[in-house]
């Protein structure tokens, strides 16, 4: 990647002495949404305070369009935040939210009044500048939280979990209008998230992080169907780590470490007897809980009747799903 936005070099980071991430680098390119993924305690919550300038590194550099941010302090590095709660002041109406930085800065009235609706109508908020946080919505919320960080020339934008307080349903929803919204203004964003579908669903890359290390960074189509480590496999979607005798018999794993993801274990026709255990219903799907030579296999059963729990079925793999680590036997 030549000339990136953002470029985070050797970062080394901790608390009172104790290393969290020993060793992090990215490069994120203008107007990419690049998602910081991984388990609670992997240090991604820890690399994003560390680029906003709330935690100054034991080691490293990070460059914000080729100028040294690593030591500034939070305000003067050009980063906007976007914090779990959206942090809008209560009492103030969205218009005084977004213009808070501007007249903190000491803009003039004038000034203040058409960058803010300027920002406004990019936002889609326009019609709701004189209310408060209470009387809008949580997308127009998130929305006055994104001007109001942009507003001030941020070149890139951070997301620390906004999405974790909400339902299911409103977290999708949610998530929708932020890549909208990204798409139509163009910044850039790093997103921390510890649901995988969200960062499935939002980014152009993902960062996935395990015990303060990248396993791997990629597209989500690459994390989801090239795994690059067996945590990567057994991570990114939902998938059986098939022990050494059903690997070897289903999936010819000759002694290698072998996953595979539920969607892509057949059940019916040809193949070896299971034992269906439980059936979980799912909407357009099922999740069938089977034995196998007294193992445990999960398949996914999408738009056909599944079993019962009790009846005895067929399973196979479909052919090149198996993820294999390791040398052969």
Do not use: W
Not at 98 to 114: C, H, M, P, T, Y
Not at 277 to 291: K, N, S, T
Request: with cysteine; charged share 20%.
């Amino acid at each position: 990647m030549s000339d990136p936005l953002l470029a985070i070099d050797g970062l080394k980071l901790g608390y009172d002495g104790a290393v969290v991430v020993p060793d992090f680098a990215l490069a994120v390119a203008a107007g990419e949404f690049v998602s910081l993924l991984g388990p609670s305690g992997c240090g991604k919550s820890t690399v994003l305070r560390a680029i906003a300038g709330f935690l100054p590194p034991m080691k490293g550099t990070i460059l914000l369009k080729g100028r040294d941010i690593t030591r500034l302090p939070p305000e003067r590095r050009d980063v906007g935040i976007v914090f779990q709660n959206y942090a809008l002041f209560p009492t103030m109406t969205a218009f005084e939210n977004i213009a808070f930085g501007l007249r903190v800065a000491g803009a003039k009235e004038a000034e203040i009044r058409a960058r803010v609706g300027q920002m406004a109508e990019t936002a889609g908020i326009a019609d709701y500048l004189d209310r408060k946080p209470a009387n809008l919505s949580g997308g127009q919320q998130q929305r006055v939280a994104i001007a109001r960080a942009l507003i001030m020339g941020s070149r890139i934008l951070l997301f620390d979990e906004p999405l974790s307080n909400l339902d299911a349903k409103v977290r999708v929803t949610m998530r929708r209008e932020i890549k909208r919204f990204q798409r139509e203004i163009g910044f850039t964003a790093l997103f921390v998230t510890h649901d995988q579908e969200e960062a499935l669903s939002l980014s152009d890359r993902i960062v996935v992080l395990n015990g303060g290390a990248v396993e791997q960074i990629g597209t989500p189509r690459a994390l989801y169907a090239e795994p690059a480590t067996p945590f990567i496999a057994g991570f990114i979607g939902a998938a059986n780590e098939l022990p050494q005798p059903l690997a070897d018999s289903l999936a010819g794993a000759r002694g290698r470490h072998c996953f595979v993801k539920h969607e892509d274990v057949l059940v019916g026709g040809e193949g070896m007897p299971a034992r269906v255990v439980h059936v979980e219903f799912l909407g357009p799907m099922a999740r069938i809980d089977m034995e196998v030579k007294g193992h445990p296999l999960s398949a996914l059963s999408f738009g056909t009747a599944p079993p019962a729990a009790g009846d005895t079925v067929r399973v196979t793999l479909r052919d090149g799903a198996a993820h294999f680590f390791g040398p052969a036997a």
